[in-house]
């Protein structure tokens, strides 16, 4: 079954503590990205890779950090920095070619603060 | 001014009635154009996928491009208790980042 799998459905995190969460996919696409989403708001990138060993800062990058150390591989990073982590957060990759720039989510993470 | 406006409702409809989401954009660039279904609690999924101007149907679903007003729409006929949910617009252009409307909250009363 092909698509986009995140982990934990659901995460706690204590005051001053890293969390990561999980993004795996076996779509085969170069390009993965991260979201966060807040109650009523539409989504707003955190970071994403076009390509293994290489990420760049979306809008919102501040407090998290990622990694690209594999294609199939996208974790995030959520910082003790990060002041207001209580969000949904979205990962997705994208399907590229002529004339054809799609997107295909994972379920998502729900992370709030203990 | 945002990239892309959308009003977020809520929006509430009778079964069976035709309902019109809609899209505004500024950036004359945008080439490919979308609208994602999203379920509470659910990461969202594509449901209707446009490269520049023009209609798209499928089934009850149609997805209308208008490049020179920058507008998009999604029309939904004979609407169904389940097609209760945020409905996203995403475009973008090239290989660039895909920018989000804000979603609009629809609902589909029996």
């Known amino acids: 079954d092909g698509g986009i799998t995140q982990s934990p459905k659901y995460l706690f995190r204590k005051e001053g503590q890293n969390v990561t969460l999980s993004c795996e996919q076996n779509?085969?696409?170069?390009?993965m990205y991260w979201y966060r989403q807040d109650p009523g708001q539409g989504l707003r990138l955190i970071y994403y890779s076009q390509i293994v060993n290489d990420f760049q800062k979306g809008d919102i990058a501040e407090g998290y950090s990622v990694s690209r150390e594999k294609k199939e591989s996208f974790p995030l990073t959520v910082t003790s920095a990060q002041k207001n982590p209580t969000a949904f957060y979205l990962c997705?990759?994208?399907?590229?070619?002529?004339?054809?720039?799609?997107?295909?989510f994972g379920a998502g993470t729900r992370l709030s603060v203990l | 001014q945002k990239e892309v406006e959308q009003d977020p409702g809520p929006l509430s409809v009778p079964e069976g009635a035709i309902v019109s989401l809609n899209c505004t954009y500024s950036n004359s660039a945008f080439q490919y154009f979308m609208w994602y279904r999203q379920y509470s609690r659910k990461g969202p999924e594509l449901l209707m996928y446009t490269y520049s101007s023009g209609n798209k149907e499928d089934g009850r679903f149609t997805a209308q491009v208008d490049k020179s007003s920058k507008y998009i729409s999604l029309f939904i006929r004979d609407s169904q208790p389940s097609d209760s949910a945020t409905y996203l617009c995403?475009?973008?252009?090239?290989?660039?980042?895909?920018?989000f409307g804000q979603g609009t909250r629809l609902t589909i009363n029996p």
């Open positions: 995403a475009m973008i252009q090239g290989a660039q980042k895909l920018v």
């Open positions: 779509l085969n696409h170069d390009a």
């Open positions: 997705a990759s994208m399907e590229q070619g002529a004339a054809k720039n799609i997107q295909y």
